[in-house]
């Protein structure tokens, strides 16, 4: 399975972006699907992730209630929608995709990385 990301950018402090992600194909390896990040000097982390039959999703407590991880099943694609963006939040974001199962909020827990897209939160 190869996963590619796209969408990150630069914005200012309370701005959004949207992320995307597409899967070269639906396997077992994608049925959850779900966006770390990693900042400079930092270990990379998890930000939220969700299953295919559409349960959870799962977020980190940080961005609860400002970040929406949404899947379109049909197109092999995930989304970040990222709202309220903070400095903080600055970081490369990967894209991954792993088998049902495993710990979603850790990055042995998925099979497949895609290369990353940053995103830079000015303040």
């Known amino acids: 399975v190869q996963l590619q990301a796209f969408g990150g950018g630069l914005v200012q402090t309370g701005g959004s972006l949207r992320l995307s992600c597409t899967a070269s194909?639906?396997?077992?390896?994608?049925?959850?699907m779900g966006w770390f990040r990693q900042a400079p000097g930092q270990e990379r982390e998890f930000v939220a992730a969700a299953e295919w039959n559409g349960d959870g999703p799962y977020y980190t407590d940080s961005v609860k209630g400002r970040f929406t991880i949404s899947r379109d099943n049909a197109e092999n694609m995930v989304y970040l929608q990222m709202n309220n963006l903070k400095p903080e939040d600055t970081a490369t974001y990967y894209c991954?995709?792993?088998?049902?199962?495993?710990?979603?909020?850790?990055?042995?827990?998925?099979?497949?990385w895609g290369q990353g897209t940053e995103v830079t939160v000015s303040s």
């Open positions: 991954a995709s792993g088998r049902y199962g495993g710990n979603y909020y850790l990055a042995l827990g998925y099979d497949y």
């Open positions: 194909q639906r396997t077992a390896s994608t049925w959850i």
